[in-house]
């Protein structure tokens, strides 16, 4: 296991502590009270999420992570208005919210450009909705276009952008209706590791210069670590807050953290709440091998 | 080179060969069975009556009948008949039909109210144009409402499905009783077979249209008709276009009966009439007009939708 000695992720230095008293005497920007979904199927009803409840303050980064079906995506599509609650409220700013709306601009992980429009038009979408002409609107989108560095792309259509791209111009797309909160779900899952690490860097250089509160969706701890000031751990079945975490890695983040100490701390708490130790043969999920290589067998082991 | 690979496209020259081949083989083969004499021809052409009496030059017999004749014939030693094999009128050979193309368009209607050949098929057009038309003004915009919104597909789809399985041609009868015997009947049959169908598949495609794209726009505040007139139609209108083509397609299959209703008329009565005169050289190459027309059309569509939708993959379609 863990050679090294590593302090418990409730550390915090000095720093990192009155930064986090700082950031909870911010004005709370999104509050969760009591969230509840049910599906009904015809095998039941089914609890996605039951009773979830927590507050996000202005321009606070927070990660929701938790093992696959503990109903991450439920509710980011809650927040985000695309599901109604079966119980409870969703408020921004104070004001409770109902149905999808410009106030929360949403990334998704399949980009879900507009395929017929350009990289310009994609990112116009949102300002003509709002009503806003086409002179000032073209003029406003090509502002958000340079921000994420594809002014040279503007007039191209998605199926011509790598991946990476297309997310980028997503995020511009979202960021242009400037929302109050931006709901982001799994953004980079689809992507390479090498891509997804240049995202998250951009991601972090967009946070710092931008007003905007991140709600960020994810299932890779590295990320939600690197990303986030806390962290939502979920648990499934049905899907409730386990954990909320403060992570003690110093601001500003760079990649050098990933081996400090409080990063590898807070990651091993992350591990032991999303994929607690239990016995194999509890769910039947292992294999029945067998050694199926003759003895005599030119290469004997593989080790 | 691999022939035969299982989902693999072949490079393009062998692609190129296979594709002449496909009309090649065809037209190889009504040639042999036209200019090989041993390859069938049922028939002799009499080429010398001899003293047969009802034989004349030209006529065409059974092959048995010529040799029962030529039979008879010899035993009481008079003139022997003469002939060359043929096959029977109803094949005409290739460059009889090549001919037929040119005077087809050349040959003078036999009766003065009759119409010439490029008449017969402006009429056959505009019957398509308008039928296709009138059902799409209607068909499109409900395919689409059915697709998008569960209400109109309620309300519309049940009754489609049942009226799609009664056939157009039977509504012949009640078009001519309501429309009269002119073109308006035969426009009706074309509607009616296109535009229950119309509505189906055009809400079927409609259904494909990613939901995550309405979904996003909404987040981006799109609302009621600007989810409709700004996502769901400008995202399916490749497939749509695709849709339409088939569509046209079929109003085409249609043509023929509709044009039997009511007076005959357009390229439909062509065919009929030249069938009654045995010109089947003209039938022949009529019925390939509309076989060139309806490809020419869809070709040319086919080009046309990949200028209008620049952002379709390229080489999705080669």
């Known amino acids: ?303 | 080179m691999q022939w035969f690979a299982a989902r693999k496209q072949l490079s393009s020259r062998p692609r190129l060969i296979l594709a002449i081949m496909s009309f090649v083989l065809p037209i190889l083969t009504w040639s042999l069975v036209s200019y090989v004499p041993w390859l069938w021809h049922p028939k002799v052409e009499i080429t010398e009556p001899g003293d047969v009496s009802y034989f004349k030059d030209g006529l065409l017999v059974d092959k048995d009948v010529f040799v029962n004749e030529a039979a008879r014939v010899s035993e009481a030693g008079g003139a022997m008949p003469e002939g060359r094999p043929a096959n029977p009128i109803y094949l005409p050979a290739p460059h009889e039909v090549v001919t037929a193309f040119y005077t087809a368009f050349t040959t003078e209607p036999k009766r003065r109210n009759e119409k010439w050949l490029h008449e017969s098929l402006w009429s056959s057009i505009q019957v398509i144009f308008w039928g296709f038309l009138i059902s799409s003004v209607f068909g499109v915009p409900l395919g689409i409402l059915a697709g998008t919104y569960d209400f109109f597909s309620r309300l519309t789809e049940p009754f489609v499905e049942f009226f799609r399985y009664l056939p157009a041609p039977a509504f012949g009868a009640l078009a001519v009783a309501i429309l009269g015997i002119y073109q308006a009947p035969k426009i009706a049959i074309i509607f009616i077979g296109t535009f229950f169908q119309q509505v189906l598949i055009i809400a079927n495609t409609t259904r494909k249209l990613d939901p995550s794209l309405l979904e996003a726009a909404q987040t981006l505040g799109a609302k009621n008709h600007a989810l409709l007139f700004r996502v769901v139609v400008p995202g399916i209108l490749p497939d749509l276009y695709k849709d339409m083509r088939i569509l046209l397609g079929w109003a085409w299959t249609y043509l023929i009966v509709a044009e039997l209703i009511g007076t005959s008329s357009g390229i439909t009565w062509f065919i009929t009439q030249q069938a009654r005169y045995k010109n089947f050289d003209n039938v022949f190459a009529a019925i390939m007009m509309i076989g060139i027309i309806g490809l020419t059309i869809d070709m040319l569509l086919a080009r046309l939708g990949r200028n209008l939708f620049p952002w379709q993959r390229a080489g999705a379609r080669a």
């Open chain 1, 1 to 303: 296991m863990h050679a090294i000695e590593l302090p418990s992720y409730l550390e915090q230095s000095p720093e990192v502590r009155e930064r986090f008293d700082r950031l909870k005497q911010r004005p709370v920007r999104l509050e969760v009270k009591g969230l509840s979904k049910e599906f009904e199927t015809p095998h039941g009803t089914v609890t996605a999420l039951k009773d979830i409840s927590f507050k996000t303050h202005k321009r606070e980064f927070v990660c929701v992570i938790g093992a696959s079906g503990c109903g991450k995506s439920t509710l980011i599509r809650l927040l985000a208005g695309l599901e109604t609650p079966t119980r409870g409220d969703v408020f921004l700013d104070g004001q409770v919210v109902r149905g999808p709306g410009p106030d929360r601009g949403m990334v998704f992980q399949g980009y879900t450009l507009f395929p017929w429009r350009t990289v310009k038009r994609n990112v116009m979408f949102g300002l003509e909705m709002g009503g806003r002409g086409r002179m000032p609107a073209e003029e406003e989108a090509m502002q958000w276009i340079e921000l994420v560095g594809l002014t040279k792309f503007a007039d191209s259509y998605p199926h011509q952008l790598s991946g990476g791209m297309k997310q980028r111009v997503a995020i511009a797309r979202a960021l242009a209706n400037q929302p109050r909160i931006l709901l982001m779900d799994e953004p980079f899952g689809a992507l390479d590791a090498q891509t997804r690490a240049k995202m998250q860097a951009y991601l972090m250089e967009i946070w710092k210069n931008i007003d905007i509160t991140i709600l960020f969706i994810t299932h890779d701890l590295d990320e939600a670590v690197y990303l986030a000031d806390r962290i939502l751990v979920l648990k499934a079945h049905p899907g409730e807050v386990q954990e909320l975490i403060e992570v003690p890695v110093p601001q500003p983040r760079s990649p050098e953290q990933f081996l400090s100490p409080e990063f590898l701390a807070t990651k091993k708490r992350l591990e032991e709440l999303i994929h607690p130790p239990q016995p194999d043969e509890a769910n039947g999920d292992h294999l029945n091998m067998v050694r199926m290589v003759s003895v005599n067998d030119d290469v004997e082991s593989v080790f």
